[in-house]
């Protein structure tokens, strides 16, 4: 592992940094509006026009900043060429099969520390929207895969990629990634997904191909979620079900393979 010291950017401590800068300018605008709402009864921190303008400003400049300060072109760290279709099977095997563990994951832990209710009345929002389907689509299918994977699969792995090994490259960005959502009930979960998405962009070589997985896996959970009452769970996703380990690590297993051969001669090259 190369020397924290490296004249490359970012650092892990260096992406750190990055990520709370990101975090604190929109705090900085969202503290004040959660009190002006709370004082006066408004709803100013959820109207579109205020915080649609504030999302891409803060998002614009964080990736400006990292963008100027890792001295890359812009291709480099965003490389939004073409991957091959043929990974999109391998990808889809791979996600369902990881909704299973994720949901394991989030049981357990759930037993172990429940979530209070006014976090999962929270968590429940982000799925809402005043335009309905299409807004929560927008938002969590479209929107927040794009940013996030411009971030952390863009300037943060980017930067990794030139300073650690691919496996400490996937691991941190994958970390960092999970600590981003600021969600202690769903660290575990948010990691395996960032390990995947690492894993994409590494071996597709495409920062597209890790927006569309991420998309992916937000609209199979929007889905979940939107229709929850009329969606039944297939048996082998099941819980409570020790067969069910087992077909799934088998599918995940089968899935990343897939994924490495369809891209082994772009690794070889």
Do not use: C
């Not at 940094?17 to 300018?25: A, G, H, P, Q, S």
């Not at 794009?146 to 863009?154: A, D, M, P, S």
């Not at 991420?214 to 099941?238: C, E, K, R």
């Amino acid at each position: 592992m190369a020397s924290p010291t490296t004249k490359y950017y970012p650092t892990f401590w260096q992406a750190v940094n990055l990520i709370v800068l990101y975090t604190f300018l929109q705090t900085l605008i969202d503290f004040p509006l959660a009190l002006y709402d709370y004082q006066y009864g408004t709803d100013w921190l959820r109207e579109p026009l205020l915080k649609i303008p504030i999302f891409f400003a803060t998002t614009f400049i964080i990736l400006f900043l990292g963008t100027r300060f890792s001295g890359l072109p812009y291709r480099d760290i965003y490389p939004l060429k073409s991957f091959q279709w043929l990974n999109i099977p391998g990808l889809f095997i791979t996600l369902v099969a990881l909704q299973f563990f994720m949901n394991e994951i989030t049981i357990h832990v759930d037993k172990m520390l429940p979530p209070p209710g006014w976090f999962m009345e929270l968590f429940a929002k982000i799925f809402e929207s005043d335009i309905g389907i299409w807004g929560g689509i927008l938002r969590v299918v479209v929107l927040a895969p794009i940013v996030e994977e411009l971030i952390f699969r863009g300037v943060i792995f980017s930067g990794f990629q030139r300073i650690y090994p691919a496996f400490w490259a996937i691991f941190f960005s994958a970390l960092l990634f999970s600590l981003f959502h600021l969600n202690p009930w769903q660290l575990g979960p948010t990691f395996l997904l960032g390990l995947l998405l690492g894993f994409v962009r590494l071996r597709t070589g495409s920062l597209l191909a890790a927006i569309f997985t991420h998309a992916l896996h937000n609209g199979m959970i929007f889905l979940s979620v939107y229709y929850h009452d009329a969606f039944t769970m297939p048996g082998f996703l099941q819980s409570g079900m020790p067969q069910n380990y087992v077909l799934n690590l088998v599918l995940m297993a089968g899935g990343i393979m897939l994924i490495w051969y369809i891209t082994r001669k772009r690794a070889k090259g």
